[in-house]
Nanobody, 122 residues
Framework: QVQLEESGGGLVQTGGSLRLSCAASVRSFATYTMAWFRQAPGKEREFVAYIRWYQGSPYYADLAKGRFTISRDNAKNTIYLQMINLTPEDTAIYYC???????????????WGQGIQVTVSS
């Protein structure tokens, strides 16, 4: 069983930064592709970024390129999402996900965290 727990969300002003963390309780964490998704009010959940088991191969949605950085620490079973230059359009619930293979769609991931709120004020 895989358990994922997000932290680090909150309220930030436009132009600010946040770093989200996701701690995973799972064996063989390093073998999972880990991802971040987000869901804004009234919208579908959308892909943000994923990172495969080895560093150096992250993949980003267009919405994240240049502003968000995904990383992982396999020794701590944790992934991160560093976000800069945030705008109100980034307001959403951010979800951590784990899957056996890489992908940018929801069905690619078998395990999900509860999500954490990020609110960007104007």
């Amino acid at each position: 069983q895989v358990q994922l727990e997000e932290s680090g969300g909150g309220l930030v002003q436009t132009g600010g930064s946040l770093r989200l963390s996701c701690a995973a309780s799972v064996r063989s964490f390093a073998t999972y592709t880990m991802a971040w998704f987000r869901q804004a009010p009234g919208k579908e959940r959308e892909f943000v970024a994923y990172i495969r088991w080895y560093q150096g191969s992250p993949y980003y949605a267009d919405l994240a390129k240049g502003r968000f950085t995904i990383s992982r620490d396999n020794a701590k079973n944790t992934i991160y999402l560093q976000m800069i230059n945030l705008t109100p359009e980034d307001t959403a619930i951010y979800y951590c996900a784990a899957g056996a293979k890489r992908g940018a769609t929801l069905p690619d991931y078998q395990y999900w965290g509860q999500g954490i709120q990020v609110t960007v004020s104007s």
